[in-house]
């Protein structure tokens, strides 16, 4: 079961360009594009079988084999993870007082691949748990962040305070309205825009409820779901706030079309698969 949610293209065929064997060697951890020519003199590097001493031929990532001494290599032009962001991880490549999202990634994986340094897709607070993308891939960072494709994001949310069955209506409809959201600090006030809430106390009365992207150990303590289709700074705290009910527990559990792998643990993570990666367009 699923919010209704923006559709995206799916099974986009990505063009890659053909790669010089000696930055494709150097970007997958043999070191510098010097050491690479002292590899090709010394050691079997053959691409589909014939072996290769030019560091300048090319090869096609998507296409050829290439192996050093028998071994074939596993080439990735980019690197897609998903993440289920536990609480006291920051979103940021270092961090003086905290553990950041880097930290608890393999150091194998942050290496630069071909299409560049991994990084995060967006952000989530250091206290909110849930789905987070890393990816190397900076043009689809851009489609999912850019305010032009308003990229839905759902929340499980835990709210202070019970909502009766009438004010849950008054604050689903408020919600879908659109709300005036008062400044915090120096971040302006702005209004939110339309935002689709569903409340788990009514979850078998909407079949639209993506019960499946909340773990069963969250579900039953989660008030309501929230999507929203921009990313304000702690736009959902703020959203709440505005209403008079304060989030005391936030969880992100789907961007787009994927939803958060409810196997994944807290601090857990793995490479998307390619029905996932076309999901997000």
């Known amino acids: 079961m699923h919010l209704p949610l923006t559709q995206f293209p799916l ?20 070191g510098t594009r010097k050491d690479v020519k002292k590899l090709l003199r010394s050691s079997c590097v053959t691409v589909n079988g014939r072996q290769i001493y030019d560091p300048a031929i090319h090869i096609d990532l998507s296409t050829d084999s290439l192996a050093i001494d028998g071994e074939i290599l596993t080439l990735k032009h ?14 940021a490549n270092r961090d003086g007082e905290h553990r950041t999202v880097f930290d608890i990634i393999d150091p194998e994986l942050r290496h630069p691949f071909m299409g560049g340094e991994l990084h995060h897709v967006g952000r989530l607070d250091i206290d ?6 890393l990816t190397t891939d900076g043009a689809l960072t851009h489609r999912m962040i850019s305010p032009k494709t308003h990229i839905p994001k759902t929340y499980a949310v835990r ?6 069955k009438k004010d849950r209506a008054l604050y ?5 309205k659109g709300l005036h959201i008062p400044h915090e600090g120096n971040e302006p006030a702005f209004d939110a825009q339309s935002a689709n809430l569903v409340w788990l106390q009514d979850a078998d009365a ?3 409820t993506p ?25 959902v705290k703020r959203m709440f706030a505005a209403v008079g009910n304060e ?4 969880k992100r559990v789907a961007m787009g079309a994927l939803n958060l792998d409810p196997s994944l643990p807290l601090g857990g993570y793995r490479e998307l698969t390619q029905k996932e990666l076309s999901l997000l367009g």
Do not use: S, W
């Open 211 to 235: 019960l499946d992207a909340v773990t069963a150990q969250n579900a039953a303590g989660c008030d309501c779901l929230l999507t929203i289709y921009e990313g304000k700074f702690h736009q």
């Open 172 to 176: 689903t409809e408020d919600f879908a």
């Open 206 to 208: 909407d079949k639209n």
């Open 78 to 91: 980019d690197l897609y993870l998903m993440l289920n962001k536990c609480k006291d991880l920051v979103c």
């Open 128 to 133: 909110t748990e849930g789905l987070l993308i």
């Open 247 to 250: 989030v005391v527990y936030l």
């Open 11 to 30: 099974n986009r065929t990505i063009q890659r360009p053909m790669e010089r064997i000696d930055k494709v060697l150097a970007h997958h951890g043999y």
């Open 159 to 164: 709210l202070r305070d019970a909502v009766g």
